[in-house]
C-alpha cells in the first residue's frame, strides 16, 4: 500500500516506508531529517509536538 510522506508528500511504497515511533510513515530520507524534531525521539521535540 502506497502513502505520502508527511514532509515531502510523495508517494512511498509499503517497501520502501520507514515507521518512527511516533507513528509517521515515511520516505527514508526524509526519516533521517525527521529525526531531528521528532515528537517523540528527539530533543526538538517541542517542534515536532507543534507540526501536529
Known amino acids: 500500500m ?3 510522506c508527511p514532509l515531502c508528500r510523495r508517494l512511498v511504497p509499503s ?3 520507514h515507521w ?3 507513528g509517521k510513515a515515511m520516505d527514508s530520507r526524509c526519516y ?7 515528537a517523540v525521539r ?3 521535540a ?4 507543534l507540526e501536529r
Open 2 to 4: 502506497k502513502t505520502r
Open 15 to 17: 517497501d520502501a516506508q
Open 46 to 49: 517541542w517542534i515536532g509536538a
Open 20 to 22: 518512527c515511533r511516533c
Open 32 to 38: 533521517d531529517a525527521h529525526d531531528d524534531w521528532c
Open 42 to 44: 528527539s530533543g526538538d
